[in-house]
């Protein structure tokens, strides 16, 4: 009957909780959506000594023919400071079933055919241009939302994780817990991509900012504000987040960077 007790104490407490994150996120006007439904191909680039100019010249090329194919063109931008690669492209597909569906494919190749740039030259420009590519498959928010955060945006900031063994789940509610923090201290939400197949990263997540110094701006805000959105979160305090996170992560990698021109 004890043992009854206390399962039954601890689901309530735990559904409190839930109920308690969703209110403050509600009350908060946010996160909009974080469960992930949209699939997308995120590629990682590093550029051949010298050749970045020469790369981004090539991926804008290849846009020209998914515009003529009628695929979305990749979100896109290039790093400052942080990991090895130079670019990060997130091509939107929808689903391995739409997006590799014959007419696609059909469409895809008459685009290719039709350009100055076929698929296999574009290929070889690739090779000659890059040092090393990296693509994983991720579900994240829906393509209207993540262009959405896009537009007008010019600085970037991803963290990329792999999760200790059994906690992919917790670190996603981490996230998520960080999502209204954020949005309670009236920053912008992280776009959260979960790993579906590809690399070995297990999630990552992509913060959109207009410039250099609204991302530097978290400095400016009161730490009463701070505290107060914390606990809302699901925190105790603001400066429990990052070792929290640190207790779920077997690796996590910061990048920032800005638009292309």
């Known amino acids: 009957m004890r043992k009854r007790s206390k399962k039954m104490s601890m689901f309530l407490a735990f559904f409190t909780l839930q109920a308690l994150l969703s209110m403050a996120a509600l009350a908060a006007g946010g996160p909009q959506s974080s469960e992930p439904t949209y699939l997308y191909k995120t590629t990682f680039v590093r550029a051949a000594p010298g050749k970045l100019l020469d790369l981004i010249a090539l991926y804008k090329e290849g846009m020209a023919v998914d515009d003529a194919s009628g695929d979305e063109r990749p ?48 290929r070889q420009k690739l090779d000659a241009c890059s040092a090393w590519r990296e693509d994983i498959f991720v ?72 410039d250099l110094k609204h991302w530097a701006s978290s400095a400016d805000i009161p730490k009463e504000k701070r505290i107060s959105a914390a606990r809302q979160a699901g925190f105790s305090d603001p400066d429990e987040i990052g070792p929290y996170l640190r207790t779920l992560i077997d690796m996590h990698r910061d990048t920032m960077g800005v638009a292309i021109k």
Not at 94 to 120: C, F, V
Not at 140 to 161: R, W
Not at 198 to 210: I, V
């Open 75 to 122: 979100l896109w931008w290039r790093h400052t400071q942080g990991d090895q690669w130079d670019l990060m492209l997130l091509f939107p597909m929808g689903s391995y079933t739409e997006y590799y569906s014959k007419e696609r494919i059909s469409r895809r190749k008459k685009a290719a055919e039709g350009s100055s740039l076929s698929q296999k030259e574009f």
């Open 139 to 210: 579900l994240g928010p829906p393509l209207e939302a993540v262009k959405k955060a896009f537009d007008g945006t010019s600085y970037y900031h991803i963290e990329i994780c792999i999760a200790l063994p059994g906690k992919q789940e917790e670190l996603f509610k981490e996230r998520e817990m960080e999502n209204i923090y954020q949005v309670g201290v009236g920053r912008p939400e992280n776009m959260i991509f979960v790993r579906d197949q590809g690399a070995t990263w297990d999630l990552f997540t992509l913060g959109c900012y207009s």
